[in-house]
């Protein structure tokens, strides 16, 4: 019996209780004036204290997992396990009834109705409000200012005008103190050489779990998803991602290289774990020569001119591709070795070329396929299935007269599915693709691709019905419109289906349309929206080469999905190298440019330390962490290479053999090497100078009073 009463009294939260009986009591005799009475004050109190014992056990029941969190708090009866939760419930439940019931028979029905007030706010409002953002908390401040007023009107609403204004202005009090504490939160600051040495350990933790995946040897991750089952890939960037680390500092340095992963592959397409690795082993060299004493801004300045001077050497050593045989060699090694899918890209480029869109989704087989979209694709398929012509396969085609309208509704619909059916005219009508401005864009480009026009409100040309049930143009009667609109239309073949409309040979103008194209890639280099390029480049690729779809196969979810990220990363990576070029794969085009750096002038001895921090983070890139992932000594063939003369050479993971690697196929995109060098140098330049790092200090390190308005102890 003891046990539980022990129990019971810490979750009513004695001291907050006690304060609210105290608060309510004060209340209660301001409305009294000179003639307290004694009864009807203790049973207010006793009605009061039940109510609040209430509201705080409900509390801790819904923040029994916070409360497991804390050190101050995991000791309470839940999250101990001394109560069970069904328990904590009933007894809440219990006395928040019996106090309202007191109050409502030794009080009034106000009084009563306050409390309950009072107790849902609590319990129902303010607890979860609170966990979302400290501002929520005001809720708190309007619970505590009720509590003067609960015992103000215990005492039958007393008429004087003194004591009310006084207990008006005790409730005000009451509300505004807790408001200061709402939005604080409190920082810790890490300086110096503690606070890079936290950033780094972050930066090689998340770097050791990148770097596994590098190289067709390569080895997989598997992530825990909140939904699901676990993910597992082989793509940098995918498992970058998904690392939070529970320390704030850590986590700031691995958010960091996150940041240098993310923008390589926003401009490259590929490239994370390179950029990742690049990250950790410059960061690494810079924090050791900081502490060695060196000049961090010296040291920056060393590492940018290395930088450009690397990249300068790639530039001049960089080759353009245009067979699909380079094309299919680059995408074959950006997909860890697969060559069935650098064959794949390979085909899909040649057929739709260099402006085509391939994207890629899931497949039904175990197979990867290959489908390709020549001609426009509109993803609207027909409005109504009666204007279906071949029942067999549920399509249209060939349709002399084609109707791309927003919608047909009603009278229109009807009017057209009776005159295919009874008079037999030819006739199908699709749903317009799109919304808003794209959709007005993707109907100028069919406009332009059939040599049709559009009729629209906004050039003053609308279908209106007139009267005698007949169709017209706002300027023209339909008659006139089929013979200055449609008879310009010049389509070889359309076939809708459900979902979708295909227009082959539409047989435009070819001036206008590539007019029009040039118009599109004007848009693509102004946006900055990578929605909007996305948008503009389908577009681009419906009126000039086409569609391809990959359709990635696989005997399970999992492996379809890390097929897809290999796809991705392989399908970025030769679109990289088919716009800037390529240079000798493996590491090596970065391994032999930092030979380059040993002639590179600087202007005093820290700079020198930067330039080799440069060469140092090439080398352990270059060859060390992909002969590391093969089961090789890395400095053994890093050692071997630098010996060498051929600026071609290079160590074939796969085989196990030294060979040349542009005549072998291994090949990297120079736009992936040199972007991800960059944003390396870049971040980790950042880092090395940091001197002082500011976090929000972990939630069970907080003084959690400042989060709960002054309601919770």
Known sequence: MRHYGRCYWELSKARLSMLVVATSGTGYVIGSGNAVDVAGLCCTCAGIMLVAASANSLNQVFEINNDAKMKRTRLRPLPSGRITMPHAVTWASSVGLAGTAML?????????????????????????????????????????????????????????SGRRTAAVAFRNCLYLVPLPFVAYDSKDIKFGVEARALMLKGVEELADAVRVTMSHK?????????????????????????????D?????????????????????????????????????EGCKSVAAGMNAMDLRRGITMAVDAVVTNLKSRAQMISTSEEIAQVGTISANGEKEIGELIAKAMEKVGK???????????????????EGMKLDGGYISPYFITNTKNQKCRQRPLLIVAEDVESEALATLILNKLRVGIKVCAIKAPGFGENRKASLHDLAVLTGGEIITEEL????????????????????????????????????VSKDDTVILDGNGDKKSIEVRCEQIRSAIELSTSDYDKEKLQERLAKLSGGVAVLKIGGASEAEVGEKKDRV?????????????????????????????????????????????????????????TIASNAGVEGAVIVGKLLEQDNPDLGYDAAKGEYVDM????????????????????????????????????????????AMTGGMDY
């Not at 080895?219 to 960037?237: F, H, L, M, W």
């Not at 993310?262 to 950029?275: K, Q, S, V």
């Open 104 to 160: 409502a028979c030794k009080a009034n029905m106000l009084a009563a109705g306050l409390a309950a007030s009072n107790l849902i706010l609590y319990a129902f409002v303010y607890t979860p409000l609170k966990q979302i953002h400290p501002v929520n908390t005001w809720v708190g401040a309007i619970i505590g200012a009720i509590h003067p007023l609960l015992g103000y009107k215990m005492f039958s609403l007393a008429d004087a």
């Open 218 to 246: 390569g080895r997989n991750v598997v992530i825990e998803q909140s939904y699901g089952a676990p993910k597992v890939t082989k793509d940098g960037a995918t498992v970058a991602k998904s690392i939070e680390f529970k």
């Open 248 to 284: 704030k500092v850590k986590n700031v340095g691995a958010s960091l290289v996150k940041q240098v992963a993310n923008a390589t592959n926003d401009t490259a397409g590929d490239g994370t774990t390179c950029a990742t690795v690049l990250t950790r082993a410059i960061f690494t």
């Open 355 to 373: 402006e085509g869109v391939i994207t890629i989704q899931d497949g039904k087989t175990l197979f990867n396929e290959l489908e390709v979209v």
């Open 460 to 495: 003053g040309m609308n279908l209106e019905k007139g009267s005698g049930n007949a169709w017209h143009l706002q300027k023209g009667t339909i008659h006139n419109l089929d013979t200055e609109v449609f008879a310009q239309c010049d389509i070889s073949i359309v076939t």
């Open 568 to 624: 991705t990363d392989a399908l970025n990576a030769t679109n990289a190298a088919v716009e800037d070029g390529i240079v000798p794969g493996g590491g090596v085009a970065l391994l032999y440019a930092s030979k380059e750096l040993d002639k590179l002038p600087t202007a005093n001895f820290d700079q020198k330390i930067g330039v080799q921090i440069i060469q140092k983070a090439l080398r352990v890139y270059s060859c060390t």
């Open 662 to 705: 542009v005549k072998a196929g291994i090949v990297d995109p120079l736009k992936v090497i040199r972007t991800a060098l960059v944003d390396a140098a870049s971040v980790s330049s950042l880092m090395t100078t940091t001197e002082a790092i500011v976090v929000k200090l972990p939630k069970d390190e907080k003084d959690v009073s």
